[in-house]
């Protein structure tokens, strides 16, 4: 059998080491992983109910449009509820947009370090991929503008960006959204929106109605913790979405997440409860950084990337040790870094002291 060349060379997604090997491997009982931004608080007490009662039909199909959901979705936005497309995680909506936009050939423009499905599924279609450099670990979108050519179908805006939780104000996000041609695609990706407490962040969604060619990405996995549900979802115009949608699987969100989801969105309480823990950890944790002297990059998500001024690679294996698991900076571009997802406050002092005492 032969694969698809582009798949050549590619590794699959590796997003931090899983709990269960690293029990086994060192021997731990206890392991807590502060690896992919999730919600360290959970979901909304809430969620769980709308699970039980979810459960009792699981032998039937899901609703593949989510109507429910989206109904829900469109008015948290004041949009229609064609201009949302759902995925299985806002991962597979980029899959879905790479799959829809890309041939052999085409380019998309990104930043870089960020996330990596964008690449990745632009390499399987067949694409090109240029990557702009971060500037200040900020996106430069006048760079990132320049590179655009005739071949461009897709820019990706990761905004706050991942891995280092920076983001684009509203004044440089609209200077390049106004000059991007309007046959190529502007991607937010938006995964931390719900941490953000800059005033200055854009405020996109509304901007659709003026911009055929900007998709805002959102996604239930981090502040409404339900990661391993595996929902989000893309907002655009709708003759977009529509043109889009048979990219989508038929039944790529199923309905015990569906119904999860719905609930997350009922209880806004929690999310305001956790973005307010949230800010308070963080600027903690950035104090720590500045009263050791140590590199961070000021973070708007619920992450910070930090330097001990170790290799990352030591310092991840420092704190696997003692049973935290980070993310090691050398596999995210930033090799004398790690990244650690902001947790409780009690798992958050102890890796403070932890490192207080290694070094
Ligand atoms: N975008 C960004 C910037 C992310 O950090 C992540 C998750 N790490 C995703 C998208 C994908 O999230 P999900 O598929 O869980 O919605």
């Not at 936009?101 to 690449?119: E, H, R």
């Not at 119904?259 to 720590?288: H, P, W």
């Not at 708007?300 to 993310?327: A, C």
Request: hydrophobic residues 40%; negative net charge; aromatic residues 10%.
């Amino acid at each position: 059998m032969k694969i698809k060349s582009t798949l050549h060379g590619l590794t699959p997604y590796q997003p931090g080491k899983p709990m269960e090997e690293v029990k086994r491997e060192l021997g731990l009982d206890e392991v807590v992983k502060l690896a992919s931004n999730e919600n360290p608080y959970g979901a909304s007490d809430s969620v769980q109910a709308a699970i039980q009662e979810a459960v009792s039909s699981i032998a039937i199909y899901p609703d593949g449009g989510a109507a429910k959901l989206r109904q829900k979705v469109a008015e948290l936005h004041n949009i229609d509820e064609q201009q949302i497309i759902f995925g299985n995680g806002s991962d597979e909506v980029i899959l879905i947009l790479c799959r829809a936009l890309l041939s052999a050939g085409d380019s998309i423009v990104t930043a870089t370090p960020t996330f990596p499905q964008y690449k990745h599924n632009a390499v399987i279609e067949g694409a090109n991929v240029i990557e702009v450099p971060l500037v200040n670990g900020t996106h430069d979108l006048d760079a990132m503008y320049d590179a655009i050519d005739e071949t461009t179908k897709i820019v990706f805006v990761c905004n706050p960006n991942n891995p280092s939780g920076t983001y684009v104000n509203e004044e440089a996000f609209m200077s390049f959204l106004k000059r991007v041609p309007k046959d190529v695609l502007v991607v937010s990706d938006e995964a931390y929106e719900e941490y953000v407490t800059a005033e200055d962040y854009p405020d996109t969604i509304p901007l659709i109605k003026n911009y055929d060619n900007l998709m805002v990405l959102r996604t239930f996995s981090k502040a409404y913790g339900i990661a391993s549900l595996r929902v989000g979802y893309g907002v655009a115009n709708a003759s977009f979405i529509q043109g889009i949608e048979p990219g989508r699987e038929p039944f790529n969100t199923n309905s015990i997440a569906q119904a999860a989801a719905l609930a997350a969105l009922d209880d806004q309480d929690f999310i305001a409860d956790c973005k307010v823990k949230n800010k308070e950890e963080l600027e903690l944790f950035e104090a720590f950084c500045e009263d050791n002297g140590f590199p961070y990059y000021p973070s708007q998500t619920n992450f910070l990337l930090f330097s001990v001024n170790k290799p990352g690679g030591e310092v991840f294996d420092y704190l696997l040790r003692k049973g935290f698991i980070v993310r090691n900076g050398e596999a995210l571009g930033f090799p004398s870094y790690v990244r650690v997802t902001l947790g409780t406050k009690e798992q958050n002092e102890r890796i403070r002291s932890l490192l207080t005492d290694w070094l």
